[in-house]
């Protein structure tokens, strides 16, 4: 495998930090996002008011928002209620399918859509094997889950080695 797929298009540090206009700027017109870690910490069922107020931001510019979670249909159905995007849950990633699928639900052309995530190996790795860009955001809370921080750990490592700064 190319390390090169594993390597984010664009970095922030965190979804608040990206200027709403940033896609669109972009010619960006789908948002995938990913939930846990990149939107909300595993333990808020919910957005955040700032999270809720930039992802109402981002679709005021003309770009559709949508979730894409590995997670499970509770998690993700529960933190989609106030918002009414398309969702899938249980996506497999780094597998395309899930990604596929809800683009093609979308009507998104790769090259109008971008994949936003905070996982190289999930959601940087299933964006890039769909041929879409993808912005990396720092996870939110890694504290008490072990194997999360090392795979950061590993993550930095690499964007250190092949990374472009940014
Ligand atoms: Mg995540």
């Known amino acids: ?3 090169k797929k594993l390597i984010p298009d664009f970095v922030f540090s ?3 930090r990206i200027d709403p206009g940033f896609f669109a700027d972009n010619g960006i017109r ?3 996002s990913d939930v846990d870690n990149t939107l909300a910490t595993y333990s808020e069922s919910v957005p955040s008011a700032d999270v809720a107020a ?3 931001a981002v679709t005021a510019t003309g770009v559709t928002v949508a979730l894409i979670s590995n997670n499970g249909r509770e998690r993700v159905n529960e933190f989609n209620k106030g918002l009414g995007y398309s969702v899938r849950f249980r996506a497999g990633k780094p597998f395309t399918k899930g990604l596929k699928s809800l683009m093609k639900e979308l009507g ?3 090259e109008d859509t ?3 995530g905070d996982q190289l190996f999930t959601d940087v790795l299933c964006a890039h094997r769909a041929g879409v ?3 990396l955001v720092d996870s939110i809370d890694v504290s008490g889950r072990p194997f999360l921080r090392f795979k950061k750990r590993l993550e930095a490592v690499i964007m250190r080695r092949h990374g472009r700064s940014v």
């Open 133 to 135: 860009r993808c912005v």
């Open 14 to 16: 965190d979804v608040c």
């Open 1 to 3: 495998m190319s390390f």
């Open 114 to 116: 971008c994949v936003l």
């Open 54 to 56: 930039w992802l109402s």
């Open 108 to 110: 998104a052309a790769p």
């Open 30 to 32: 789908y948002l995938i």
